[in-house]
């Protein structure tokens, strides 16, 4: 497993060890109190050799598992994630492979799940250098004033609704890129750290005191890092095809990068030395009317097509996905929690 074994390696052993501990304070517990002959403190030790040895039992099952699971859920070829990314970009699983840049090729759910989010955005660098292309001579007529042309008609009042359209779309994309790096640092952390505190839950479930918190953050370590990212590629993939962006395309064969399909930015180099001359009015205004048409697909359909698909994915599927992650923490906890008989009834609710 790359998440738990790669990043941090001795998350199993330290598990293991940490219950096997419980175990042998349990036996000595036990052997104490036969000793000195209290029967009362012989239950309990009893009662608590059987929560390690469940503890035990329960580290080398979720390894078992991950060391199993991982590769055919979230390996870079021939997993469950890499045919559903494919299918979610409209390609045929079976006949078409992505081919990764070198130290580039997702190996967990995470990953892939931060792919799916990365797909997204990739248009919007590209559709903000276009915005700043197209807002130089828009920003400049509309800072025009109408007392310079003693005429309403001849200001840039015309044109400011235009700027203030280019100014609205930046904010909104800026706040989706906040949210993606945001997303991107959270799941950073979970790879990493995923073994470390199921280690730490391990721990705090072989005392009675800290039982059920030690079982709570076992199950949230693993619903962190397998069920939440396999909820959002699930449902990032069935929803995807209804609010896909006409700019993201499927990456070319052999190939890893996407297809934004964004117009070339025009050419507004020629305002760079002579922006501040009044001279240059007429030119924006040739500027503009030479990239009318790409201007009315930026502020109208581009601009709605690639808002529609940012909000799902960054905003609408992570927050369904982690409505999931909750719901099979709370129902996992009984599974890894204090009483025996809540481990059947805890079962039961999970399957």
């Known amino acids: 497993m790359d998440g738990f ?10 598990a293991i060890a ?93 990953d892939w799940m931060k792919l799916y989010m990365q797909t997204s955005t990739t248009c919007v660098d590209t559709f903000l250098h276009t915005l700043y292309a ?41 706040f989706y890129m906040y949210i993606y790096y945001l997303l991107a640092h959270i799941l950073n952390f979970v790879k ?9 839950g391990v721990a705090m479930r072989a005392f009675p005191p800290t039982r059920g918190g030690g079982s709570y953050v076992m199950a949230l370590s693993v619903g962190l890092y397998f069920i939440f990212p396999l909820a959002y590629i699930v449902i990032a993939t069935l929803s995807l095809p209804h609010v896909q962006s006409n ?18 930015v025009p050419e507004y180099t020629q305002f760079a030395c002579s922006g501040a001359d009044m001279g240059t009015t007429v030119e924006y205004q040739n500027f503009l009317k030479a990239n009318e048409g790409l201007m009315t697909d ?24 982690f409505t999931v992650l909750f719901t099979f923490v709370l129902n996992v906890t009984n599974l890894f929690g204090g009483n025996i008989p809540e481990i059947g009834r805890g079962l039961v609710r999970l399957i």
């Not at 021939?78 to 045919?83: E, I, V």
């Not at 990493?192 to 730490?200: E, I």
């Open 5 to 14: 074994s790669v990043f941090y390696a001795n998350w199993g052993p330290i």
């Open 18 to 110: 940490a219950a096997a501990l419980s175990v042998i304070a349990s036996s000595m517990l036990i052997m104490l109190s036969r000793l000195v002959g209290m029967r009362s403190l012989e239950q309990v030790a009893k009662t608590e050799f059987v929560f390690a040895a469940s503890t035990v039992l329960i580290v080398m099952m979720t390894e078992g598992v991950i060391l199993l699971a991982e590769p055919l859920l979230g390996g870079t070829y021939n997993s469950l994630a890499s045919s559903l990314y494919a299918a979610s970009l409209g390609m045929d699983p079976s006949s078409y492979q992505l081919a990764f840049a070198p130290g580039s090729a997702p190996t967990s759910l995470i």
């Open 134 to 174: 197209l807002a130089i001579p828009v920003d400049a007529m509309a800072s025009l004033y109408m007392e310079i042309f003693m005429s309403e008609h001849a200001s840039g009042f015309g044109v400011k609704w235009i700027s203030e359209r280019i100014i609205n779309t930046t904010s909104s994309l800026t």
């Open 192 to 200: 990493y750290y995923a073994g470390f505190f199921f280690s730490v």
């Open 247 to 264: 700019l993201v395309g499927a990456p070319p064969p052999g190939g890893y990068e996407y297809v934004c399909s964004l117009p070339a």
């Open 298 to 321: 930026m502020l109208t359909m581009h601009i709605t097509s690639l808002g529609r698909h940012l909000v799902a994915s960054l905003c609408i599927f992570p927050l369904v996905a």
